[in-house]
């Protein structure tokens, strides 16, 4: 990735989005267990680390797995949690 074309800043704000509602899933006791993430972000991803795609694993972001959901929208990631017992 470059800085000048602007697609870190851009995972930027994808990452800090994440974070934010990882973080509410915290404050509500749940685990969080994956990531749903618009494709194009899943493909970001994907560019920026093809040694993971090339040996087959999982493509994560903050420790979890990413899903690519057609659903989501690109800025807007969501959570994937279990409710807390």
Known sequence: MNDR???SLRLAIVVDEACARV???WEGRARV???RVNPAV???VAVARP???RRGYPLMLLGMELVPDEGV???EPA???EEAC
């Open 5 to 7: 074309d602007g697609t």
């Open 23 to 25: 973080y509410e899933a």
């Open 33 to 35: 267990t994956a990531l």
């Open 73 to 75: 929208a690109t800025y």
């Open 79 to 81: 959570v994937v949690k």
């Open 42 to 44: 899943y493909e970001a």
């Open 51 to 53: 040694g993971e795609v």
